[in-house]
């Protein structure tokens, strides 16, 4: 089983464990941060390429995220960890994420599990070199994220009084 962390900063685990190596890679990480917030729907790669490697050629930027791909598929053993090929998505049941257990608790309205999964602000302290664009994108997710995890103490207080 495989955690990722993305509140409070940007981590896997695996079975508890921090992973390091290839899978460990920031640029790596950040793919994986990407896909798990593209949730069910996927995201494009070409909007992944231009979030990563914007400043790549687009032969170079495709090359790159092949890479990434390959390796992260490769160091935990699951071919289907990313899945689709115009739209990408997670793809394995084996993978977690802090953000997923956030979301479906909002959905639930299950606030004490909502506030429970927020461990700080979305990807803190995250930035990944050569990609403002992608920390543009972090930074309007985590205000996004923060807003939401705003009205979930508000939402417990609520439905206390309304017992």
Not at 53 to 58: A, V
Not at 78 to 89: C, H, M, Q, W
Request: net charge negative; charged share 30%; hydrophobic share 45%.
């Amino acid at each position: 089983m495989l955690r990722l962390k993305t509140f409070g900063g940007l981590s896997l685990e695996r079975e508890g464990t921090p992973v390091e190596g290839a899978g460990a890679q920031r640029r790596r990480l950040a793919l994986l941060a990407l896909l798990a917030a593209a949730g069910d729907r996927g995201i494009t790669r070409e909007k992944v390429l231009a979030l990563l490697w914007p400043e790549s050629d687009p032969e170079r930027a495709r090359k790159a995220l092949a890479q990434a791909v390959y390796a992260l598929r490769r160091e935990f053993g699951a071919e289907e960890l990313v899945a689709g090929t115009t739209d990408l998505r997670l793809g394995w049941e084996g993978f977690t994420s802090d953000l997923d257990r956030f979301r479906r608790a909002l959905a639930r309205r299950d606030w004490a599990d909502a506030e429970a999964s927020y461990g700080g602000p979305f990807l803190d302290g995250v930035r990944v070199d050569g990609a403002p664009e992608f920390d543009r994108w972090a930074e309007a997710e985590r205000a996004a994220l923060a807003h939401d995890y705003a009205g979930a103490p508000e939402q417990l207080d609520r439905e206390a009084v309304l017992g």
